[in-house]
C-alpha cells in the first residue's frame, strides 16, 4: 500500500539523518543527578540544567510528596476555572517577594512552562495595539522568545547578538507605540550574560519594556540566587522578568515578575495562560522549598560549589579548530564546528562514560555545532577531573 503523505516525512527524516541533523532522544532510567543510568548503562552527565541539584534534592522530593497528600495529583483545571490552588498563590506571593527589590509594586504570575510564559508574556504586551507593537529581539534569544514573538503578531526587529548601537539606532527609528525589548540574560547556548544594565537604560530613553528570559539566571546568578536582576543590581517600573523553575529551581514551571498592572494584565489577557490546565499545585508546593533553599545559605553554599567547579574547567583541553566560548556561567560551550565531527566527538565521550550533549543547527547557527557543557553544584571537583581527562584524550584524537 502507498502511503504518500507518510513517505514525504520518511524522506524528510532521512534528509535530516544525512546532514547529520537528526535527533535522537536517550532514555534515563534514574533520578536528574550527576551520575545516571541512561540506556542501560552508568554515566556522568554534563548535560542538565539543574544548576544547584535541587531536582533530587530530599527536601524538594519530600515536599513534593507532601505536596501530593495536600492537593492530590491534578489541579482539574484552568487558574481562571477552579484550578488556583493555594499552594500556586502561596508560591507566587513568595516569588514577588523575592524578587521585591527589583520591581516596583511587584507580583508574580505562575506558569507551567518556562515556554508557555514568553508566549503569554509577548502576546500579551502587544496585544493591546499589535500594529503599533515592535519587538526588538536578540538574534541568539531561545526559540521560545522567537515564537511569542510571531504569535504577537508585533513588528519584530532582531538586532545583532549583543550590539548595543544597533539595538538604539532601531529604537530611534522606530514610529512603535509600543516598544518591548527581549533577551536572554544568560545565553542558553553560548553561556554568555547579556549586557542588561545598557538594555535598561536604552529601554529607559525610548519609553520601551525590558523583558528578561531569566531561565539560566535565576538560583544561580546572585548573592541571593534571585537572578540577572540582582547580579547587575537593576531595578525598574519597565522590567519584566520571565524566571523558569524547572532548571535551577529543580522543579518545572516558570514565572514572570512585574509591576502588578502587568500581570492583572496577563490574567486578562494571556492565552497561553488562560486556556490550558493549571500545573499541579503539588510542583507549586515542591517549589516553595526549592526558592527557600536557593534564597537561603544552602543556595549560597551551592552557587560557591558551582563558582569552584566552573574555575576548574579553565583548564579544559582545547585543540586546533576548536573554540571555548567566554562564559561566567555553568553553561560552558565548546565549538566543534561540523554536525559530523561534534556527533563524533559526543560519541567518543560517551564511549569513555561522559554523557554530554551535541547541539546543532538550528538550535545554533550552522556551522557553530558544539559540545554544550553544562555544570552542577551536584557535580564533585573529581567528576569535573573526569571530564577533563576525557576531553584530553578527544583532544588528540585525529
Ligand atoms: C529553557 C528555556 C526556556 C523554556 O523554559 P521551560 O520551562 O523549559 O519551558 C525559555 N527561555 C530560555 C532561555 C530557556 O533556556
Redesign the pocket.
Known sequence: MSLPLIDALQRHIETLDAQGLRRRRRTVATPCAPWVEVDGRRMLGFNS?DYLGLASHPQVVEALRQGASLYGAGSGGSHLIGGHSRAHAQLEDRLAALMAPHLSQPRALY?C??????LALLSALAAPEPAQAEIFSDAL?????IDGARLSRARVSVYAHGDLAALEAALAASTARTRIVVS?S???MDGDIAPLPALLAACERHGAWLVV?D??GFGVLGAHGRGALEHFALRSPQLVL?G????AAGV???FVAAHETVIEWLVQRARPYIYTTAAPPALAHALLTSVELIAGEEGRARRAHLADLQAQLESMPVRAGWQRLPSDTAIQPLVIGGNAEVLQAAQVLFDQGLWVTAIRAPTVPAGTARLRITLSAAHTAQDVDQLLAALAILAQED
Do not use: E, P, R
Open positions: 540544567n506558569f512552562t518556562g515556554y508557555m510564559a514568553n534569544n531561545h526559540a521560545s522568545i536572554d544568560v545565553f542558553s528570559d531561565a539560566h520571565m523558569t523553575l524547572g532548571k518545572s514551571g516558570a
